[in-house]
């Protein structure tokens, strides 16, 4: 799985929320820093060449739909980030978010239970 820039995650995001959009429908999503309508489309078939997306043709019109999950996405994601930035600990990645207060307490409690019931 190729890695995505920032605009591609962004339109990925989009199109796992819609499952199935042509290009206007994802530019109709986009909220700020609105791309041009080619370029939109450019990043769409960028997509499609990285193996995320594929179509449908109606015509010359083409409709998207993603053909990797967000699941797996997320984790190759998470295991990026884990090894590039925790140094592949996941103790380094909760104690950080501790550190941050972007957990609580409680929260880490109910993820010991997690842990402990499997």
């Keep these: 799985m190729q890695n995505l820039t920032n605009k591609e995650e962004e339109i990925m995001h989009i199109l796992w929320k819609l499952k199935k ?4 429908d994802v530019m109709a999503e986009i909220t700020s820093d609105q791309p041009h309508y080619n370029t939109l489309s450019t990043i ?3 997509l499609e060449e990285k193996g995320y997306v594929s179509h449908t043709a109606y015509g010359n ?50 993820i010991l239970d997690i842990i402990e019931k499997k």
């Design 61 to 110: 019109t083409h409709q998207y739909f993603p053909i990797v999950a967000l699941e797996d996405y997320r984790k190759k994601f998470m295991n990026t980030a884990i090894e590039n930035y925790f140094n592949n600990s996941y103790k380094n990645m909760v104690s950080f978010f501790a550190q941050e207060e972007k957990i609580s307490a409680k929260e880490l409690r109910e």
């Design 21 to 24: 959009a042509f290009v206007k």
């Design 44 to 46: 769409i078939r960028n």
